[in-house]
DNA sequence: CATGAATGAGATTTCATTCAT
DNA sequence: AATGAATGAAATCTCATTCAT
């Protein structure tokens, strides 16, 4: 059925050809942000490439694996650019304010390209959970190291990067990717408020508290230390 | 194309239609959910319903319309099932931890219905943000309630409302969905400690602090260096 | 990559369905013949056919599956032409007389279809083989029940079967294939004279002779029984 | 289109173009006969070849005249194979043998060359013919030579040819190509003992029948019952 | 109400060929 | 002479939708 050759894919390599690639790696990611990866097609990218409709074939062997090289690219740019913001912090509250506002900005500026990486989990669900999990992991040792340093209260650190990416994931499509970024500073800090201290009325931060079992906690808060 | 909410497209009323109705969205509902909007043909659906391919178009105008109903059907149940849960429980970190509860439980008995919403984004951008916005603004108004009556700190309720979605939606996607139930109810209980209290250390909840100015906030206001 | 469902193909079976269907075969016939496999595209088929490009998947999952059933079928109505042809005739030679020279009526009737058999090698093998042998074992056996009569010298009946279909089909090539047809039947009666008495001057057939070994054989026919 | 062979084409010269244009027949030989004329592209043939894609071009205008190249090619070296393997055998029968089992013998090395010729019916007939004519010809004068000398009867030499072709052409398929060369020598045996003798049992050949009437054969002449 | 054959626009993909270097 | 990036026409195949029964 498939007379298919067995050589492995090859592109060119020339610096003309590092042009082109890259023509259609931007291209892509106007084009997949704005449509989504389905309705997105390979013509639609190569016009807005400006190269013609077989020159795709010349670069990637197939939509979807521009689609991931496209997500992949969108992660590292974002982990770097994050990494970049907090840099040299050391108020680990900070860092998380800090953090959080450089996420926004980023968002902002690739709104389109945000978007996209929701519809990756049906293209290619190792590619969407890569996305999420080379936050999650070095995140999860950042916040463990500063719950060493006494910085953050004590708790499982892989379960805190998850909860504070989803809430700044929630707040991007709530305040930056619906426009109403009016209310952003404002959700910001009440996000940091929330982040910080959590929800509950006057209570310090128990201090040593291991997981309990579930049923144990049933009535937690109301220690004489409040 | 624009045919939105208001058809003027009228199907069966008959008990038999509404059989016929029920079993298409039921079908529907399978379908969307193992293969994606896109990948998922009428064809498929009707297959999976045991109907004649063009039994579709008797109930539905296009397939577009079929999934916004399951989508809104989706999200009712979510909504109606989450109700049930907490209803009469007045310890409100309690509702809090049973509502995350029961919105694994939905999750785990609906998982291929979960992965639908988020290609939602791309068919239909309403009907997606819906299926937010109405847990939201319910959501908001009874964080509002709490804290007017004591049991949670004054937040941005709205704010604070998609901070406990965020945290909700990425703990299911990566303990419920990507299989590592085991440590669901670890994650549960660090997931409640950080609500409960934030990640600051020791600190007592700061009493009314009104959202400062952001430019003010720049050097951690302990410091007298600012 | 290949989001197939798993149901087996299914197509029409109305009396409308059959008729559709049939058209295609036909088309098919004529443009496979006249361009060959590769040539012929689909639309080429339906545009014959006069069916839109779509109907031809309602019928034939691909190119290649109604290829081969074109070809399967040209092999059955050989077959029964053929059969047809000599049936009730008890002179063994004039039995191949008269299934050569029908066999050159049904070439020049399907002059079309006859080259297209010669493709289906690169395209399915299995169903190439099964063209020629489907006649291959049957003459065979025919022709071992007239050695066991006595109508026929013993030689090995696969062989000669294989051997006279050689002769018919390069004739037909030659003599109405490529359009000499007047020499057709000056032809047919040098073949037949060569196939009833060899070209071994004068000899008459050597009686009982078993295959003998080859290096056995470089002196053969000298006997004095010529 | 039609450039055929008057071409204004004109290739280098050098020794070094002469190598060049060489590994390219060579692996299109190869190329052609494993994937057949329009499976094989450009591209695989430089690949073997190893040179450039459009080094291809320098040395041949399109990929049709390398595949009419290949196959006269082919012709023509089997012809010089054959007359050099009967060359000097006095014996007419021998020399038939002896021919069918050098072609088998050829087929056998070249195996996939020999499914290209089949494939030349479509891309150029011309070429197809001459690839048969080229043998069948000098074939026949041979014979009719043979004739004259009294070595073979009197049969229409062309039309005795194209079934010695044709014999050896279906041989060739299904004790070769097909793989069952345990049983080739008994098969060569049993042909030479039809090529010799034919099929009528005891019969002497007769004398100097002239190609008779179509119809007034009807009923073979022997038999009284007519 | 229900059916399912028919439609055709549109998507992906291939590849012979060109041409600037 | 040789190169290989770029081209775009053309082919296969899918599927939402229509409509006659």
Redo the contacts with the bound molecule.
């Keep these: 059925m498939n007379?298919?050759s067995t050589q492995a894919f090859s592109?060119?390599?020339?610096a003309?050809?590092q042009?082109?690639r890259q023509k259609l790696v931007d291209a892509a990611e106007a084009i997949f942000g704005e449509k989504g990866y389905e309705a997105?097609?390979?013509?639609d990218i190569t016009r807005k490439a400006e190269?013609?409709?077989?020159?795709?074939?010349?670069?990637f062997?197939?939509?979807k694996t521009l689609f991931v090289e496209v997500v992949d690219n969108l992660g590292d740019r974002l982990r770097d650019e994050l990494g970049r913001a907090v840099e040299g912090i050391s108020d680990r509250v900070e860092v998380e304010r800090t953090g959080l506002r450089a996420f926004f900005r980023f968002i902002q500026e690739h709104r389109l390209m945000y978007r996209v990486v929701r519809q990756a989990e049906f293209v290619d669900e190792a590619c969407y959970r890569r996305y999420y999990q080379r936050f999650a992991e070095p995140y999860a040792h950042r916040l463990e190291a500063a719950m060493d340093e006494g910085l953050v209260r004590r708790i499982d650190p892989e379960t805190l990067a998850w909860c504070l990416m989803g809430i700044g994931d929630f707040l991007g499509m709530r305040y930056v990717l619906w426009r109403h970024e009016k209310q952003l500073e404002r959700a910001l800090d009440a996000a940091m408020d929330f982040i910080e201290h959590g929800i509950v009325v006057g209570g310090p931060a128990p201090a040593r508290k291991k997981t309990p079992s579930p049923r144990a906690r049933r009535a937690p808060s109301r220690s004489p230390k409040t």
Tied chains: 1, 2, 3, 4.
Excluded: E, M, Q
């Design positions: 007379r298919n592109a060119p390599v020339t003309r050809g042009r082109t997105a097609s390979i013509a190269v013609a409709l077989g020159t795709f074939y010349v670069y062997p197939d939509k």
